[in-house]
């Protein structure tokens, strides 16, 4: 237990170190990327996966400054992977990048706390779609995966097809 938090404790200061550099001028987004899919149900020393990435997620938010927006989109978390046609797409954004209120924080943490691990892990197409949630933000944007694992779907270079 003490292991995992010294990881995540870890993985908070990174984070922070890649954000220091933004002025109080420059706006600072952030998308929080979540992996719920089938994986996360597992176990590590920590406890579940889910959990464990969870209470970073909100141990992150509650050092993040009121000014940053912040925004969370998940995967694989509504339909099983033995429903590849739909799992391999599965990402939603949950909430759309808003300044980081105290209200927003509970809010945000609410939400993410309804996505149970479920689905495939599409990582890529994850990615490609949260290209779209910064259109028209501007200064420095920012993504955080918090992931167990490794791509499951294949994504044709050229077709909306995906495959396991």
């Known amino acids: 237990m003490q292991k995992q938090r010294w990881v995540a404790l870890t993985w908070l200061m990174a984070v922070l170190a ?4 933004a002025t109080e001028l420059e706006p600072t987004n952030i998308e929080i990327i979540l992996d719920v899919s089938s994986s996360m149900a597992g176990t590590v020393a920590g406890g579940v996966k889910i959990q464990v990435a969870q209470q970073a997620i909100e141990q992150l ?4 400054p009121a000014s ?3 925004g969370l989109r998940v995967y694989g978390h509504r ?3 033995t429903d590849q046609a739909r799992s391999c797409q599965d990402t939603e954004l949950l909430w759309p990048m ?3 209120t105290q ?3 509970t809010a945000l943490g609410q939400r993410m706390l309804l996505a149970q691990p479920k689905g495939m892990t599409p990582i890529a197409y994850t990615l490609q779609q949260a290209v779209n949630d910064f259109v028209g933000k501007t200064g420095k944007n920012i993504i955080i995966l918090v992931s167990d694992g490794e791509e499951t779907v294949k994504l044709p270079r050229f077709s909306g097809q995906c495959t396991a």
């Open 18 to 21: 890649l954000l220091a550099p």
């Open 61 to 64: 938010l509650t050092i993040l």
């Open 68 to 70: 940053y927006n912040v």
């Open 79 to 81: 339909f099983a992977a």
């Open 98 to 100: 808003k300044p980081l």
């Open 103 to 105: 209200e927003n924080r």
